[in-house]
Each structure stands twice: as C-alpha cells, then as structure tokens.
C-alpha cells in the first residue's frame, strides 16, 4: 500500500494538482480582500453608505439594532445573511473569472503552439538513388 502511495504522489499530474490548490487557495485570499477592501466600500458609497456584508434579517432571537453580522450570531440569533452570501457570490464570480481567463490563455498558448508545429514544413528526404536505380546499377555492373 505504502509503494501505491509513492506511485500516486509520483505522478507528474498530482503534483501538478497540489500546486493549483495552493495558488488557488492564495488567490482566493487575494480575492476576498479585494472584494472586502475595495468593492464593499464602493458599494457602500453607491447605496448611501450602508456596509453590504452586515445586511442581513433577523429569523429569530433578540439582537441589537444596528449590530453586525458578527454580533448577532454571538448572540446566537437566526439571521438571514443575504450580504454575506451576496459578497460570496461575487468573490466566486471574480474566482471564476480569473480561471476562464488563464484557461483561456493556456488554450490560446497550445492553440499557437500547435499551429506553429503544423505550419512547419517537414524536411525533405535528401535526392539520391532510389532503391530502382541502385538495383539498376548492380544489374548493369553484372553485365559487364
């Protein structure tokens, strides 16, 4: 079991694999950051203000009037967190994004690549004898 697991691991693929999720889960940070940093405020500034990522509507329980997200689920109240899923969705939509255009440039990258070993001519044979005329000569050389 021990040698199937190096075998695994030895597959160029996986390591391939594990990279992608650590630069994945690095991008995301980065993602997420921009998304809290730069978007919410933008939203804010367009909607008068209001901090989108606390929106959200209480279910049950007793909470605070004006307290954040955060608070009203230490309080241990249901709420509805319609900001947070909102800003959920668009750190995907920018995640996604970002994949569709690398993966779209890594098809362009092979796309070109291949065009450009098609495009290439192949080298021509040298001109020689051919097997006819070799044959041709050794059956005259026999004559004489």
Do not use: C, Q, W
Request: charged share 20%; aromatic share 8%.
């Amino acid at each position: 079991m021990l040698s199937e697991f190096k075998d695994f691991i030895a597959k160029g693929n996986v390591m391939d694999m594990a990279v992608g999720i650590i630069i994945g889960a690095a991008f995301t940070a980065i993602v997420k950051s921009m998304v809290g940093d730069l978007i919410n405020p933008l939203v804010g500034l367009f909607t008068g203000g209001v901090e989108f990522t606390n929106s959200y509507i209480v279910l049950s329980g007793e909470v605070a009037a004006g307290a954040s997200l955060e608070a009203a689920r230490e309080a241990g109240a249901a709420v509805f967190a319609h900001g947070a899923f909102i800003m959920a969705v668009i750190n995907f939509l920018i995640i996604a994004f970002v994949v569709f255009m690398l993966v779209r440039y890594v098809n362009k990258v092979k796309d070109a690549a291949t065009r450009k070993a098609e495009a290439a001519p192949e080298p021509e044979a040298p001109a020689g004898p051919s097997e006819l005329d070799i044959l041709m000569e050794i059956r005259d050389a026999l004559k004489k």
